[in-house]
């Protein structure tokens, strides 16, 4: 499956919206609730510590229709480096390969990207899938090392 991966806008609000409601197993691990309608508009303002704004990157991933969703925070927590928020993938789309897919989406419009950075929660799915694709877990985080590519970066 090729996906592509391209920056939200306020109109995918409703859609984003429905996938949040298909991906409450996460909200709830990771929230301690269901999502709601602020989820989206609370994102724009969930920064790590040491991020400014303009760091900030929401992107919608999609194939025949909206199937993810990556909250990303660009040149942290140094430059090269990537915080995640999360990629979310609705219930009935996992494991068919759509986060490995997002994620190589991910490294091919951020090329600069070096490592991503995970904190992690209790959602047993999304530590399988770090696992999976490579992250090495410890403790409250995940870091990926992204390989060089041939160009040298």
Not at 4 to 20: G, I, K, Q, S, Y
Not at 37 to 46: E, H, I, M, R, T
Request: hydrophobic residues 40%; glycine residues 10%; aromatic residues 10%.
């Amino acid at each position: 499956m090729r996906l592509t991966l391209r920056d939200f806008t306020p109109a995918d609000e409703p859609e984003v919206l429905r996938l949040f409601a298909d991906c409450d197993d996460w909200f709830q691990a990771a929230t301690g609730h269901p999502s709601g309608p602020g989820d989206v508009q609370s994102l724009f303002y969930a920064l790590p510590e040491g991020a400014v704004d303009e760091q900030k990157h929401l992107l919608v991933a999609e194939a025949q229709g909206m199937i993810g969703f990556v909250d990303l925070v660009l040149d942290h927590p140094r430059k090269g480096h990537a915080s995640i928020g999360f990629f979310l993938v609705p219930k009935d789309l996992r494991r068919w390969g759509i986060g490995r897919e997002m994620v190589r989406a991910v490294t091919e419009r951020y090329p600069a990207i070096t490592h991503f950075h995970v904190r992690l929660d209790d959602f047993q799915p999304g530590q399988e899938f770090l696992k999976a694709m490579g992250f090495a877990l410890n403790g409250q985080r995940a870091v990926l090392e992204i390989a060089p590519r041939s160009d040298g970066r």
